[in-house]
C-alpha cells in the first residue's frame, strides 16, 4: 500500500446535508458528480479502500443527500446527488437541481469537481448539459470514465473515441477507471489527493 492509499484509508464519514448552505467551512474539498448510476459512491469507496463507507443504492437515483466524508482534518470528498432518473415525488426531483447548482456555486473551498460518465452508456444530454454549466460558470473539474470493465476489450479504444469526440476533450485528460476491478484507482488517488492539497511524502 502506497503512502497515498494510507492517507486516503483514513476517510471517515463526517455529515450529510440537504442544502449546501448548512455545511460549515473546510479546508479544501472535491466533490463527485454524475448521473444516477453511474458509480459515484461505488469509486469513493474504491478510492479510499472502504467497502461500504458510501452507501450504494441498489436503486438508481436514491441518493438525494450531499454527503460528506472526511480525508484528514478539514479536507472533503463530498458525494453530491445524482441526477436524471430519479425516485421520489415531484417536489424531491424539483429539489435536486437547486441542491447540485447551489452546492458547486457556493463552495469557496471546492478545489476540483470529478465528473463521473458510464463507460457503457456514455456521455448523456444530461451530462453534455451539465458539463457546459461547468465550463460556463468556469469551475475546474476533471472527468472519470467508470465502469470500463463492463466494455468488451475489443471495443475499448472505439468507445474511448467516442467518449472523446462527444466531451470535445482530450483522452489524457480522462480518466479511465473501474470501481469493481480497481483499474486506474491508484493514479487517480494521486488525483484526489494532489486536489486535496495533500502532501505525499
Not at 156 to 171: I, N, S, T
Not at 175 to 181: A, L, P, T
Amino acid at each position: 500500500m502506497n503512502t497515498t492509499q494510507k492517507i486516503l484509508c483514513d476517510t471517515k464519514y463526517l455529515k450529510t446535508e440537504f442544502d449546501a448552505l448548512t455545511l460549515g467551512e473546510s479546508e479544501a474539498e472535491i466533490s463527485f458528480i454524475g448521473r444516477s448510476n453511474v458509480g459515484k459512491s461505488s469509486l469513493i469507496n474504491a478510492l479510499c479502500q472502504k467497502k461500504k463507507m458510501a452507501y450504494v443504492s441498489q436503486v438508481p437515483g436514491k441518493t438525494r443527500t450531499i454527503n460528506v466524508y472526511e480525508v484528514k482534518r478539514g479536507r472533503w470528498i463530498v458525494d453530491l446527488p445524482g441526477y436524471g432518473y430519479i425516485v421520489g415525488s415531484r417536489h424531491e426531483r424539483e429539489r435536486l437541481g437547486p441542491t447540485i447548482e447551489g452546492y458547486l456555486s457556493s463552495r469557496e473551498k471546492l478545489h476540483m469537481i470529478f465528473f463521473i460518465v458510464d463507460a457503457v452508456a456514455g456521455p448523456t444530454k444530461l451530462d453534455i448539459i451539465m458539463i457546459g454549466w461547468l465550463r460556463h460558470h468556469s469551475l475546474p473539474f476533471s472527468i472519470v470514465v467508470n465502469k470500463i470493465d463492463k466494455v468488451k476489450s475489443s471495443r475499448f479504444e472505439q468507445r474511448k473515441k467516442d467518449v472523446v469526440a462527444e466531451l470535445v476533450v482530450d483522452v489524457c485528460d480522462i480518466s479511465w477507471v473501474s470501481s469493481k476491478k480497481n483499474t486506474g484507482i491508484v493514479d487517480l488517488q494521486k488525483i484526489v489527493a494532489k486536489s486535496l492539497d495533500i502532501k505525499v511524502l
